[in-house]
């Protein structure tokens, strides 16, 4: 079983940043991709950003040259630097760990709300 906590949402005014971290603990040895989802009211949640335990990385068009994934593998910990926030970034944003680039795994954390705004 996996285990995951973010921390660092919040309220921010458009072109604000935030960083967001997720920290995992558990069975990790199987897993090798974490990312960021975002959901919104009666939407499914969508695939914000991810990265491998190599270090590759597969980004929303949305966000590409704003938002920033990386990892600690030492601490098991992922971390989303999100530059130049605009209102449609606002969401539930959900960890995820599992194994591939492009789609979520099992296990998921309990999200943090993000609201950009002024």
């Known amino acids: 079983q996996v285990h995951l906590v973010e921390s660092g949402g919040g309220l921010v005014q458009p072109g604000g940043s935030l960083r967001l971290s997720c920290a995992a603990s558990?069975?990790?040895?199987?897993?090798?991709?974490m990312g960021w989802y975002r959901q919104v009211p009666g939407n499914e949640r969508e695939l914000v950003a991810a990265?491998?335990?190599?270090?590759?990385?597969n980004y929303a068009d949305s966000v590409k040259g704003r938002f920033t994934i990386s990892r600690d593998n030492a601490k098991m910990t992922v971390y989303l630097q999100m530059n130049s926030l605009q209102p449609e970034d606002t969401g539930v944003y959900y960890c995820?760990?599992?194994?591939?680039?492009?789609?979520?795994?099992?296990?998921w954390g309990q999200g943090t709300q993000i609201t950009v705004s002024s």
């Open positions: 995820n760990a599992g194994w591939y680039l492009m789609r979520p795994g099992p296990y």
């Open positions: 558990g069975s990790m040895l199987s897993i090798n991709a």
């Open positions: 990265i491998t335990n190599g270090g590759s990385t």
